[in-house]
């Protein structure tokens, strides 16, 4: 009965792909879940709005502010660095460079760039670092952070660029337009949502990554005043109250998990509003 | 040929070759001024090409190659040293389908004036309400300029472009079968406002409906696989056409074409708008 059989398989494979996918919705409910429930007693007004009281980092008393405000300054600088570098390079690649040999060329860097271990480009910038005699800073850590966001912010421009319409494009230069003048006037307005959300997706790989701004940052506990000060961030924050034997610390570090989360899921949820927002005058 | 019209565009020789595939064969042909020209032929015989060569457009595409002169104000526009986007601002161009720019219907009509220099607010204004009046547009959208475009209708978007293309006050409009994506009434709409503004541009319409050529055609020019078969004044073309491809066109009889050219003709024959 080769119907049956073919039947069978119709609906094992069906009970397959459903049960894969329950475990991936499960398995980001079951994080957010338990990371809010673990940290959600410990949340409070102080824990954001002050710095840490009572010890070096491992204090009980006190907030993370200065890990929030320093992730939110290594994070906005290095995607406002990878920005103004990286759209120049995305609408070169995309609308100059195209298909040429230095275009793949790049395009074959970046994404091996894209999956360098944070934690290399984290040395990298300690090495260079003490070449030039610099200590642990927020300019350091933004130049970490800005080396591991670029190729994130640059293959996502990139694609979204390559898909504008050629028609578009005819539709300026045949109106006496330079390349300049379409690529700025016609092609970044139809790119602008894609090119928000690549921001927003590098902003987001930025403020979560603990490994490039251990070497490069540092930690501290007040909230740095100048690019030569140390930074604390959000994700070391984690790292350092977990590893406490202290339970009041340990669960300040779900705390601080849970801000991060949030942080990280109001970045997700804006990119989606923005995007929507500025497809208005998009066409289709 | 047509010694009758002045010539506005004159083209000799010219040779359109796409990676070594040759599109355009020895091409000469005059465009006479404040007239509409249309090109005829089926698909893929050129006619797009030969609308592209006279403002330059064909230089997008990879691999192009092109030998011989178009003329205009008798200078060469494929001389080495022209200013394409002068070339350009002259020769207006409507695509096949709208192509809205992603703005609102304000900054469409104003984009050309304004990467030619015009700044100044009140100027902008005016050019955007003549140029959306000349196309037919303007009763329909005077109240919402700042939509985006692509919020008209396809028939709207197309007149928005003929506005736009006017903006710049082109010397020559080219319309590469601008109503093909229309519905008749928005196609005969087009067609209206393109024979009511000739008497101010020279016009070339690149169509593969005969009956719409009939219509609106003062000129006639018969493109078949990138050579000019025929070419002459419309009442001489389609009532004692010369050679026996063009009258085999006219009537959609099939002598020398392949199957494929065939149903394109047939196609061509049951014309949407009638």
Not at chain 2, 140 to 158: C, D, F
Not at chain 2, 215 to 239: C, H, M, N, P, S
Request: aromatic share 8%; glycine share 8%; proline share 5%.
């Amino acid at each position: 009965m080769p119907l049956d059989r073919r039947k069978l398989e119709e609906n094992f494979f069906k009970v397959l792909m459903i049960a894969s996918t329950f475990i991936v919705v499960g398995s980001l409910l079951a994080v957010l879940i338990l990371v809010i429930l673990k940290g959600a007693p410990a949340l409070s007004l102080s824990m954001l709005t002050q710095t840490p009281k009572g010890g070096y980092y491992l204090g009980k008393g006190g907030g993370i502010l200065n890990a929030i405000v320093g992730s939110l300054y290594v994070a906005g600088g290095a995607s406002t660095i990878a920005f103004v570098i990286g759209l120049p390079t995305a609408l070169y690649l995309s609308e100059y460079a195209k298909r040429s040999k230095l275009a793949s060329l790049t395009r074959q860097s970046l994404d091996i760039l894209w999956s360098v271990p944070s934690i290399i480009y984290g040395v990298f910038g300690y090495i260079i670092m003490i070449y030039l005699g610099m200590r642990a800073s927020l300019l350091g850590g933004i130049m970490a952070l800005t080396l591991l966001e670029l190729p994130i912010m640059i293959r996502a421009m990139d694609e979204v660029i390559k898909i504008v319409p050629l028609k578009l494009k005819e539709a300026s230069y045949a109106l006496g337009a330079t390349r300049l003048e379409t690529v700025l006037k016609v092609v970044s307005r139809q790119a602008l949502p894609g090119i928000l959300t690549a921001i927003l997706l590098a902003f987001g790989r930025g403020i979560g990554d603990a490994a490039s701004v251990l070497f490069t940052a540092g930690y501290t506990d007040s909230i740095p005043v100048s690019l030569f000060d140390p930074a604390a961030t959000l994700p070391l924050a984690v790292f350092f109250q977990l590893g406490t034997p202290i339970p009041e610390v340990q669960q300040r570090a779900y705390a601080s998990a849970v801000i991060l989360l949030i942080l990280v899921l109001s970045i997700s949820i804006a990119s989606r509003l923005l995007t929507r927002k500025f497809s208005k005058f998009v066409v289709r | 040929m047509n010694d009758m019209l002045k010539p506005r565009v004159i083209i000799q020789k010219l040779n359109v070759f796409y990676e070594g595939r040759q599109v355009l064969k020895d091409v000469t042909v005059n465009i006479p001024e404040n007239q509409i020209t249309a090109i005829i032929g089926p698909s893929g015989c050129g006619k797009t090409t030969l609308l592209k060569s006279l403002n330059r457009l064909v230089d997008l595409v990879d691999g192009v190659r092109f030998s011989g002169k178009v003329l205009v104000d008798g200078a060469n526009i494929f001389d080495n040293g022209i200013d394409i986007t002068e070339i350009r601002k002259r020769m207006g161009l409507i695509s096949q389908t709208p192509n809205p720019l992603p703005m609102s219907i304000y900054d469409n009509v104003a984009y050309g004036p304004r990467i030619h220099g015009t700044k100044d607010r009140e100027k902008l204004n005016q050019i955007v309400k003549q140029c959306l009046q000349a196309a037919g547009l303007w009763d329909e959208v005077m109240n919402r300029l700042g939509e985006p475009a692509s919020k008209l209708s396809i028939g709207q978007q197309q007149r928005l472009c003929l506005a736009r293309a006017l903006a710049v006050k082109p010397e020559v409009l080219l319309c590469d079968e601008p109503t093909s994506a229309l519905d008749p009434v928005s196609a005969e709409h087009i067609e209206r406002q393109l024979a009511t503004l000739k008497k101010d541009y020279t016009i070339v319409f690149v169509t593969h409906i005969l009956r719409q050529a009939k219509r609106i055609a003062d000129y006639v020019i018969f493109l078949y696989l990138g050579e000019v078969i025929e070419q002459g004044k419309a009442e001489t073309f389609f009532t004692k056409p010369q050679d026996p491809r063009t009258q085999a066109y006219i009537e959609g009889k099939s002598i020398t074409w392949t199957e494929v050219e065939k149903t394109e003709i047939d196609e061509a024959h049951t014309d949407k708008i009638s």
